[in-house]
């Protein structure tokens, strides 16, 4: 029997990346996914993929800086589905540069997109994961690195997400919900964008990861959020896991 069968998952930013590849692995694993997205098209075509493989999936627009638009997606999924027992928070605007560089209004961005929408999202979702809820953050190895020069601002605003994820952790667990936070290394368009734009700085990065490779959105990143949510790991909470090929230290 499938890991996650019967269970039903919201995912942020689905469209694309790692969150496309994680929508795919749960749904691989027999959840219910709503994968959602400001481009309706994109969400669109990951739940197309989905439906494919076999498994269940809801497209919906959604734009995670408005509360609003929250709202009505989280009420779609539960009217659609009959409730909510995943939240994956993946979707985040990026305000990279150095401080000098980074606008206001970028940074504004990186911030709405990221812990605020997580903050909404938790609470939205919150009457509906109790009892058996998994919520899984994501943060960014990026905060870890030794030189914050030119990251500042994302590292910032992924930060706040992990101090989000560890106050829900130690509120939520005796309301059975599990929050924990993941920090990917993988294969998205915003490593295609490194690597295209920064060639030099993203290969001596990659030179610095033990495994010598940069994860696959669904096989390294999804699959582990997929182990995260089973009973295998029911006694995981309040963590933050770098799945990055072990180039980062959290300690």
Sequence with gaps: MAKLQGKVAFVTGAGQGVGQGIAFALAGEGAAVVVTGRTLAKVEATAAEIVRRGGKALALACEVKDAASLSDAVKRTVEEFGGLNILVNNAQEVPLGALNGVTEEAFAAGWESGPLATFRLMKLCY????????????????????DMSGYGAYSAVKEAIRSLSRAAAGEWGKDGIRTNVILPLANSPAMDWWTRERPEE?????????TKRVGDC???????VVALCTEDSRYVN??????????AFLG
């Design 127 to 146: 009457p509906h994961l109790k009892g058996d809820g998994c919520i899984i953050n994501l943060g960014s190895p990026a905060a870890k690195r030794w």
């Design 202 to 210: 993203s290969a001596a990065f990659i030179d610095t990861v033990p």
């Design 218 to 224: 669904e096989q390294d990143i999804g699959r582990f």
């Design 238 to 247: 309040g963590q933050s896991i770098a799945l990055d090929g072990g180039q």
